[in-house]
Nanobody, 123 residues
Framework: QVQLVESGGGLVQAGGSLRLSCTAS????????MGWFRQAPGKEREIIAA????????TYADSVKGRFTISRDNAKNTVYLQMNSLKPEDTAIYYC????????????????WGQGTQVTVSS
């Protein structure tokens, strides 16, 4: 089992940047694929980025492609989400989650979840 804690959220103006971090407990972080998700008020949770256990494979939702970058540092048990060119529609609670070594693109395929961090983008 792995426990996840997100950090780095906050309030930023449109066009600005934030970097989210998700730090995992346990020694087996490098065996997990990781994903970043977000949930806006009144909307379903959606996946926006995924990375496999080694970091060699990444996938992005069209809504964030070219603006967000997912990466990981297995030595630090941490996965990151660099968010650039933020838009008001990026406002949401952002979650990280873990699953088996191969990345996946469905919310229900992820087993372990963090508590979320709020990102608010003002216009």
């Amino acid at each position: 089992q792995v426990q996840l804690v997100e950090s780095g959220g906050g309030l930023v103006q449109a066009g600005g940047s934030l970097r989210l971090s998700c730090t995992a407990s346990g020694r087996t972080f490098s065996s997990y694929a990781m994903g970043w998700f977000r949930q806006a008020p009144g909307k379903e949770r959606e996946i926006i980025a995924a990375i496999n256990w080694s970091g060699a494979t990444t996938t992005y939702a069209d809504s964030v492609k070219g603006r967000f970058t997912i990466s990981r540092d297995n030595a630090k048990n941490t996965v990151y989400l660099q968010m650039n060119s933020l838009k008001p529609e990026d406002t949401a609670i952002y979650y990280c989650a873990a699953r088996g070594s191969r990345s996946a693109w469905l919310v229900r395929e992820y087993d372990y979840w963090g508590q979320g961090t709020q990102v608010t983008v003002s216009s």
